[in-house]
């Protein structure tokens, strides 16, 4: 079900909180600001920043989590979503962080949000005018794997010496036939900057071009931000004979049965049982809400106050 | 030029009220107007700002303009109230030569600085560019210009008044050689309106 925007019991802003507003002192935010508006005017383009210590560990998405703690107010509608789900540990967690610092409303409803921090996926339900998109990113370098040095990296930015990425592309297709590889899908910002769209799974690539939200990526680790601003062409690299494809599957989500959602694989038991269901909960949720039953709706796993059948 | 009188901090104007909530209120819009180029940010919450400046690029200043950020200010406005506010709220390093500015206060109704003095950025680092803020008499009733680009979904038009007719065609020659380029903000009254260097703009009509 999707859940109406809720505002935190706690009072995180009363007078005995000991830290400032969104956690991140005053100049950390300027600072950050500052970048992501040269990020968006240079899109796709990694900017540098003074990462700060968070308090979870590097590869929890403290990057993410310092750009919303940059532009988040009390009027915004806060949703954090891990590989698509709502209501997994890591989103859990880093949701009542901001709802305790920032004072905002949290929802698990991808249309009432306004800032959507994302670890892995973009939300089915297509981003909107308003919204901003905050990406966790681990390697935000889309070269890093092909050449390691960031000096070098940065020169073949620097002069759009993307050739390397295309050989890689190549090789992928000689060795299995095909562009391998099912996330982290390198992709072409404006035509200018090859830039890692995070480990979103290829099948949200086409989600990004011309998109009317604002994407923005932070990498806490690697301390870079970078951005996509709306109505930006984002397109993933391919080859004329090779076409840029996305996953597709041959099931139905079994709980919601939506034929064009990503779907993960759940393994029920040792006997070769299994299951695929939209990785993004809301969406799920919401079909269901709907009316909407996939083949195993009504399932002892579909419930969570039940055992998994045996 | 820094001047060396003590501060009166009776004949000081505030800045942001609530500096945590006031200053994410102000970026929250100038973000929302650098990702859409053209489109006009209100901040109308904004504080009234000494002579020599308007609100929008007062509260542009205190959002985004600290003690890293070097920044040129307008000669026009060398030891006026405006000048004496911005190094009590903002802390910021003021610098005589263009070059060195992260980011540059200019009033479009003095002599305008040559842009290509301003830092247009490192081919590697193009983030280093220098972001320059310029005050107009109103963001509406000049020449019209069509806006292209990342941002903007198919065509959007401002009519900025006060800029001299060789200004965009000045700015053209420098982002021409993108990623190099500067990113402005043109703020009239209490509103902003962002033109990023990707901006392709088509000048049209008086």
Known sequence: ?310 | MATQTALDLSQLLPGFADPTRESQAAFRAIMNATARPGLVADLAAAPTPPAGLNRAAGAAALTLVDQDTPLWLDPGLHGSAAETWLRFHCSCPLVTAQVDANFAIIDAGSDMPALAEFNQGDARYPDQAATLIIMLPALAGGPTLELRGPGIADVTRIAPQGLSPGFWAERAELVAHFQYGIDLKLCAGDQLVSIPRTTRIITTGA
């Not at chain 1, 991140?24 to 383009?45: H, S, W």
């Not at chain 1, 210590?53 to 107010?73: D, F, K, N, S």
């Not at chain 1, 880093?94 to 994302?118: K, L, N, P, Y």
């Open chain 1, 1 to 310: 079900m999707t859940a109406p925007p809720t505002t935190p019991n706690a009072p995180a802003n009363s007078e005995e909180r000991y830290y400032n507003y969104a956690y991140l002192d005053e100049q950390t935010k300027r600072m950050i600001r500052r970048a992501i508006l040269k990020a968006l005017a240079v899109p796709g383009y990694q900017v540098p920043f003074g990462s700060r210590e968070m308090p979870v560990p590097y590869g929890w998405g403290t990057g993410g989590i310092q750009l919303t703690a940059a532009i988040i107010g009390p009027d915004d509608v806060y949703k954090c979503i891990d590989q698509g789900a709502d209501d997994t540990t890591n989103a859990v967690s880093i949701r009542r962080f901001f709802a305790t610092v920032a004072d905002v409303a949290t929802t698990e409803d991808t249309g009432a949000a306004t800032i959507i921090q994302s670890r892995h996926r973009i939300p089915e339900r297509p981003l909107e005018d308003g919204q901003v998109m905050v990406f966790q990113v681990p390697q935000p370098e889309p070269l890093r794997g092909l050449e390691p040095r960031e000096t070098e990296t940065r020169a073949m930015h620097a002069y759009a010496e993307y050739g390397l990425q295309y050989v890689s592309l190549y090789e992928n297709i000689s060795a299995f036939g095909r562009i391998a590889g099912g996330a982290g899908y390198p992709v072409l910002i404006d035509e200018r900057y090859l830039m890692s769209p995070s480990p979103i799974p290829k099948f949200d690539n086409p989600k990004m071009d011309m998109c009317p939200a604002i994407l923005l990526f932070g990498a806490g680790r690697e301390k870079r931000i970078y951005a996509v601003p709306p109505y930006t062409r984002v397109r993933s690299l391919d080859f004329e004979d090779y076409p840029f494809e996305v996953q597709s599957w041959e099931q139905c989500c079994a709980l919601c049965a939506a034929t064009d959602s990503y779907l993960d694989e759940v393994v029920l038991d040792d006997q070769n049982n299994r299951m695929f269901v939209c990785s993004d909960s809301n969406h799920c949720a919401t079909r269901r809400a709907q009316g909407h039953a996939g083949p195993m709706a009504g399932h002892s796993l579909a419930h969570l106050d039940e055992e998994p059948a045996q």
